[in-house]
């Protein structure tokens, strides 16, 4: 019984009752939950109260970085290192870079997006407890889960668990740690 | 009297002022004709013309795009588009003081120019007065036709519910699209790229359309974020509507600063005399300046306006974006045709603002009509009950 717990899982048939769920949770007061489902659901994440900028403005300040390496490199190359006389155009010709700043700058936000998400997710992640919950791999079939995590301030183990009941969820069980 | 009458009510004023406003423009601009010279007065009417032109047919070419792709992003904003492609038959009819003036206007249409330069010589086959007007009959024909079709279908479903007409529009829309893209490459060619009948550029087509993709959404989402206080539209303007219709206008904000930055590369990379003639006309004189301008201001500021969700999600915020954008539409009108006049420094001309204010006015007149005329959101299209659901699980978060 002493088992440290990683939260409450309860397990919704529609994504139409994840959502009440989750919108009811966060009525309640509740602030450290997740949700699960197998394809993406419009709206969950402002349900659950997901805020989070950092992947945004990482593509985008990777975006701004692959835009001025990808103009320096030519502006290395064309003007500093082996200026060439182009059919007398001046070295500094500033639309022939374009094309390969363009490329440069999304190369560099899609690797911003990659990474940025990976990390920010902390992923890779050989170990989540979530998975001890019953019936999670269905989270990628067909069923819709929210978890409301013990490091919630409202958490109560009793409570909760009658709280999450309470929203009609097919089954509620707890996640150990 | 109910809310939504009330918004009837609106558009009924709003038609009644357009109409006001611009007949008194209009009458402004005829005394233009006499003061200013004929010559002043075609330039100015045919930079107004198109300016209105490039709205209508935008507005026409993505309801041939909404019917197609059948985006629930189309729903709230259908009957505005139809509305502006209704216009099209007071376009037609304010097309003829454009082939009045042919002669003031298109260099070609001149025997005497065309006597002189043997190029020239070698265009008439194309390039003439009556294969001109036939070919214009031609394009108002086929895209009066497929607007009215679209639009009876549509209105039709409102009143019967049945369902099949979305299919008939969807397999109307499809060959549509390719029909309005070559039709109105076509008709760019003729009626703006033809100023400068020595220069040509093959991607002026696409560079048009896009910028009239880009008038339509600003305009449309401009008339949508304005009415959103009041009902129907107030049921159905919610942060996820506001993203896609933010985010669409981003794409073609970006797909004109594509179309436009390819046709000024591949030129400048080549530096043919006759190609380049474009450019060097439009970087001296002043002109410069308003090149850069559109650089900034009609793609990096409402690139990096619209890459923010926060613009995207308050109403407020991605109003004033796409009213900035229509201005700026207008300005980058400016920049394609009057230099194609000789006009060697950018002027504004008096006549300019009256006849956009008199076509505008016009414009909105008929627009606002037909915006009443017929139920303000589609009502039996079974995508309308996505956009509400989207609604419900949006607004009840928020």
Known sequence: MNVPLHGIIAEFESAEDLLHAAKRAREAGYTQMDAYSPFPIH????????????????????????AIAGFSLQYYISVVDYPLNVGGRPFLSWPSFIPVTFETTVLFASFGAFIGMLAFNGL??????????PRFERASQDRFFLCIEAKDPL???????????????RLVSEVEE | MNPVQETYQRFARLSQTALAVGIIALLVSAAGFALAGKTQFFRSYHYAYIVWMCLTLGTFGLTLLHHTVRGSWGLPILRFLEAGAATLPLMLVLFLPVVAGMSELYPWARPEVVQANEHLQHKTGYLNVPFFIVRSAVYFAIWIALATVLRRSSLKQDETGDATLLQQ??????????LFVLTVTFAMIDWVMSLEPLWQSSIYGAWFIVGQGLSAFAFSTTVLLIAARHKPFADVVNPKLTRDLGNLTFAFVILWAYTSFSQFLIMWSANLPEEIVYYVKRNQGGWQYISAALTVLQFFLPFLLLLSSRVKRYAGLLLKVMVFILVMRAVDLFWIIQPAFGLESPRVHWLDITLLAGIGGLWLWWFARHVCAAPLLPRHDPRLQEAWLYEHSASSVA
């Open chain 1, 155 to 169: 958490f109560d183990r009793t409570k909760t668990r009658q709280f999450l009941e309470s929203l009609g969820a």
């Open chain 2, 169 to 178: 529009r969807m397999n109307i829309g499809a060959p549509g699209l390719v």
């Open chain 1, 124 to 133: 890779p992640q050989p170990y989540h407890p979530i998975f001890n919950a």
């Open chain 1, 43 to 66: 709206g969950l994440s402002e349900a659950i109260g997901f805020e989070d900028h950092k992947v945004p403005w990482t593509v985008f300040i990777t975006g701004v970085i692959g």
